[in-house]
């Protein structure tokens, strides 16, 4: 293992590529070619690339601890920050799309007040 791979944290590798891949869109079309999601798969086998200081294993885990402990969101292959610009933006985007994903707004919304302390509007 390099000394790169060895300094690499998954776990903020998973989140800088995050914030780099998506953004928090609440114009944003669904699907991992929007800007709001990336897909999991795509994160994954980018993690196994050669110029990538992690790999893919480690990722793996360290995404699966993200999304236990709220801080990434997982929707069907979709993933996301879940952070208070995010999960509002995704209420927002499905909100205004023609097929509204009930569960995945009430799942953000669920969200939401454990990211603002109680408050869920994010001022």
Known sequence: ???AEQATDPRKWVLEEL???TEANPDSAQGVEADLWTSKERLVKHANKFSTPVQQEPVEVALADLIDEREVLYWHGHLTLATIPYLNAVVQSEQRS???RQILIE???DWLPSKAGGD???D
């Open 120 to 122: 869920a509007d994010g």
């Open 107 to 109: 799942k953000c919304r």
């Open 1 to 3: 293992m390099s000394e």
């Open 19 to 21: 914030d780099g891949r």
């Open 98 to 100: 023609d097929v509204t």
